[in-house]
């Protein structure tokens, strides 16, 4: 008896199991370079592993979530929160009968492109390059997986299939990703990778703020979701377990918003009358959200997040000091190409020397940049 299972069978395991509206690897639009068949992987677990083995996403390890990176070993980084989102998104495909490894591989890429320190250093570098195009976070990721990120000799990028391409595109407009029609909406398993982020953020920074003490339980009672699930679970918000009450919030709040996104999303489903992946992408509306109440409240949870945490002093100040060091960095790049690394020096010609600049300082981790500032300006 053969036990082994070729590409070929785990891609007709998934026509014969996923959702008809899921999106099937048989169904790809393919690559922008062809490239044949892996014997023992579907499509999209090629793509899951290409982007696991990539430089950029290795440097997520260092680079900032919220908290300044390296400030507190238990605090996440893009690269647990990366995989925080990862695990959401197959839970989620899972539950409705998506494609796992589509919704994964989507996941895993969607935060390639954040730059060092943050928001705080995304917003640093669209005022940098403001003359030259900007810069946003998920044009970069897009720009990573096409561009930057490039292990083939024969072209740019890590060839991803178009359907990762486009659930990684989301918001972003840009002059990098291959043509990806002008469908309103993206696949449901990049609509589920979308809401896996926000969740994931929500669970975690609330988690992350407790732990920081920035946060205090009691301000969580002010928040709707927050007292409702305390409520219904018997968390007292006001009590003095404060580690309970950290460890058990985060995982309530994922958990109960999973659960609504879930109701919520099978009905939207079963309401829409879908028999394809393409009818989904032409559907004038996202179809993966959450109820119209828990939107609501999950809207206010994010208001409270920017306020008491985001621009917290104490994390807002420790990430506004290190943009400044970002600064420096680009503008001694600008005045003296030379210091540029030797891959960023290879894309002037095509790029120009501010966007090669900044790709070369959205790639860096906090603390490679905080080195590199060391090496340009420490004369002692
Ligand atoms: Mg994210």
């Known amino acids: 008896m053969n036990l082994l299972r070729t590409g070929e069978d785990i891609e007709r395991h998934e026509e014969q199991t996923l959702a008809p509206f899921a999106q099937k690897s048989t169904a790809t639009r393919g690559r922008l370079h062809a490239q044949p068949a892996d014997r023992w992987r579907s499509e999209y677990q090629r793509d ?4 696991i083995h990539s430089a950029a996403f290795r440097r997520l390890e ?5 908290f300044l990176n390296g400030t507190g070993d238990h605090y996440r980084t893009r690269l647990t929160h ?3 989102v990862a695990s959401i998104s197959r839970t989620l495909a899972r539950a409705l009968g998506l494609n796992e490894d589509l919704a ?7 935060d390639l492109g954040h730059s060092p320190f943050g928001h705080s250093g995304e917003e640093t570098l669209n005022r940098l390059l403001k003359d030259h195009g900007g810069f946003d976070h998920n044009e970069q990721s897009l720009r990573v997986v096409t561009l930057l990120e490039s292990p083939y000799e024969n072209f740019d990028g890590l ?3 178009f359907e990762v391409l486009e659930g990684v595109q989301k918001h972003a407009t840009t002059r990098t990703a291959p043509d990806l029609g002008d469908y309103p909406c993206s696949c449901l398993e990049g609509q589920i990778a979308d809401l896996a982020d926000e969740i994931a953020y929500y669970a975690h920074d609330v988690q992350d703020g407790l732990e920081a003490g920035l946060i205090k339980p009691a301000q969580l009672s002010d928040v709707a979701l927050c007292a409702e699930i305390s409520r219904h679970n018997g968390l007292d918000l006001t009590g003095t377990e404060a580690k309970t009450t950290r460890l058990s919030l985060a995982r309530l709040l994922s958990n109960h918003l999973i659960h609504d996104v879930l109701k919520a999303s099978a ?3 079963a309401a829409a009358g879908l ?6 992408r032409r559907h004038p509306d996202l179809l993966i959200g959450y109820s119209d109440r828990t939107a609501r409240e ?4 994010r208001a409270f997040l920017y306020t008491h945490l985001y621009f917290h002093p104490e994390v807002n100040d420790a990430n506004q000091r290190a943009c400044d060091l970002m600064a420096d960095v680009f503008n001694a790049y600008l005045q003296d190409p030379s210091q540029i690394g030797r891959e960023a020096t290879r894309r002037v010609p095509n790029s120009g020397l501010y966007r090669a600049a900044g790709d070369y300082i959205a790639g860096m981790t906090d603390r490679y940049l905080l080195r590199e500032h060391a090496r340009l300006f420490d004369t002692a």
Do not use: P
């Open 48 to 51: 899951v592993a290409r982007l």
């Open 62 to 66: 260092y680079k900032t979530q919220v």
């Open 82 to 84: 990366t995989m925080e």
């Open 104 to 110: 994964e591989a989507i996941a895993l890429a969607h």
């Open 159 to 161: 060839n991803l299939t």
């Open 267 to 269: 009905a939207r489903l």
């Open 275 to 280: 028999h394809s992946a393409d009818d989904v």
């Open 298 to 301: 999950a809207k206010a949870l």
